[in-house]
């Protein structure tokens, strides 16, 4: 694509090139930990992570947070100071720590000692019928959250916004889809929008949402 690739690397800026004049950084390159620079023009520096992290209730007390490595051991545990919180989608956050959809009603910070900070409170919203499901974080440092018939930026210092709204009833024309979980490209800002009986759309901030698959709850395919 034309546009501004000063260092000669292949990559312009317009195409997530985060340093011009380092050839040495561009979005093809692979993250070098300890050396302050986000090598990989991902939004994140020096991360080196390989395993995942879960939620973990204990019917006694807080829940844990459990980081497993790919070898299966386990490499961290975080407790949650706060015994209400019950995290269930988990997702990890630019600015550190992990942000969660607590019971399908707040979206949530956690931080790396386990203090939980909520950042969204939907359990008595009248715009929000149907719950919180999935969350995912954007490279801009929000994070959205889903309903079944909306989307919602959530930011850190508490305010929600809605970015998107759809039709759920089956039987209307302009029926969309059953939002349900949501995935981040880190690179380009864009959501991809996972929807009960198969439906996906995607979102970005310049062209707004965009219904790729409506499904079909009478002839499910099989696929969430």
């Not at 299966?72 to 019950?86: A, F, K, S, V, Y």
Request: glycine fraction near 10%; charge should be negative; hydrophobic fraction near 35%.
């Amino acid at each position: 694509d034309v546009g501004t690739d000063n260092d000669g690397d292949g990559f312009t800026v317009e195409e997530g090139d985060c340093d011009d004049d380092n050839i040495y950084v561009n979005p093809a390159r692979d993250e070098e930990p300890d050396n302050d620079i986000d090598d990989d023009c991902d939004g994140r520096v020096d991360e080196d992570w390989n395993g995942v992290t879960v939620t973990y209730f204990n019917d006694d007390g807080a829940a844990d947070l459990w980081t497993i490595d790919s070898l299966g051991n386990l490499t961290d545990e975080i407790t949650l100071t706060d015994t209400e919180t019950q995290p269930l989608w988990l997702v990890h956050h630019q600015d550190g720590g992990y942000v969660a959809n607590t019971g399908y009603s707040a979206v949530v910070h956690i931080d790396d000692a386990g203090t939980v900070t909520t950042w969204a409170d939907y359990s008595k919203s009248k715009d929000v019928k149907y719950g919180i499901y999935g969350i995912c974080a954007h490279p801009n440092g929000y994070v959205i959250a889903m309903a079944i018939d909306s989307m919602w930026r959530v930011a850190s210092d508490g305010t929600s916004e809605l970015l998107a709204s759809w039709s759920v009833d089956t039987k209307a024309k302009d029926f969309a889809l059953y939002g349900y979980s949501c995935a981040a490209d880190l690179m380009t800002g864009e959501i991809g929008i996972f929807g009960y009986y198969g439906g996906f759309a995607v979102w970005t901030e310049d062209e707004g949402f965009d219904v790729l698959k409506s499904p079909d709850p009478k002839n499910w395919d099989g696929i969430l």
